[in-house]
Structure formats: C-alpha cells, structure tokens
C-alpha cells in the first residue's frame, strides 16, 4: 500500500512539473478557429520544440518557454504598444508582463491569441513571424491604429 501511495505521488508531482500543467484554456478555445490553428502548429518555435497540445486552444513549446492560448476574448482599443508583423497585429501587455514573460495578444481577431514567451527566449520577433502565420486565418475585424 504505501509502494501504491508513493508511486501516485511521484505521479502527481511529475505531472506537476510537466509543460502545460496548470495552463487553462481560454473560455472559447473551441471554436472551429482554435482548431485550425491547432491543426498548424509549428514542431520547433524559436529553437523549442512543441512540448504541450493536450487541452484545446493550448500549445507550448520548451518548459513553457512558449506558451499559447487560443480562444481569449478579443482585447478592447487600448493605447498597450501595438505591433503589425506581417499582417498580424499584436498588442503588448506591459502590464502583465512581469516575472521575465512577455505577454502579447492579436488585435482585431475574433478569437484572439495571446502568447507569453519567456525570457528564455532571445528571439521574440521569430516567435511573432511564425505565429503570425498560424493566426492570420482567424479573420481580422479592427486594426491597431498605430503600430512600431
């Protein structure tokens, strides 16, 4: 009996540990849009391989180095920094960047994608390249109106 309960134990701590754990989906990951996104995310992102899919409208890549949310609320017009790359405009959240992530959110997507990418990673423009890629399907309805 305690082989059983340590061997459960090691389990929840190992799942604990493990990318994506802890990661809500956001209130409508499962929007066909969500989906499609899905169905396209990239095995490497920026030097880290895809490590996490298993809740709907979630990837990350590395040990959350990359972290990806499909399905959030499309943000509200804010004065946040506002970055169109290629086609696709993000807003940053100085806010809620905090902790050594960036946290960064499509505008004028319905649904939107937020994306929080670690410190660890040193090329953020590439992670913005490849998921625009990913998102611009998700049809655009307002642009930011000035974008860096």
């Not at 998921?131 to 049809?139: A, G, M």
């Amino acid at each position: 009996m305690a082989i059983g309960a340590l061997t459960g134990g090691v389990l929840v701590v190992r799942q604990m540990g493990a990318p994506g754990y802890g990661i809500e989906s956001a209130p409508r990951a499962a929007r066909p849009e969500c989906a499609k996104a899905a169905s396209r995310y990239p095995e490497r992102l920026a030097g880290q391989e895809l490590t996490f899919t298993g809740r709907p409208g979630i990837a990350v890549w590395g040990d959350e180095a990359i972290v990806l949310r499909c399905g959030l609320t499309p943000p509200a017009p804010t004065v946040d920094p506002c970055a169109n790359v290629n086609g696709v405009d993000w807003v940053f959240r100085d806010v809620r960047s905090q902790g050594g992530r960036k946290v960064v959110v499509t505008y004028g997507r319905n649904p939107a994608v937020e994306v929080v990418v670690s410190d660890k990673v040193a090329a953020m423009d590439a992670v913005l390249v490849d998921l625009s890629r990913l998102v611009e399907p998700i049809k655009e309805e307002a642009k930011c109106l000035s974008s860096y």
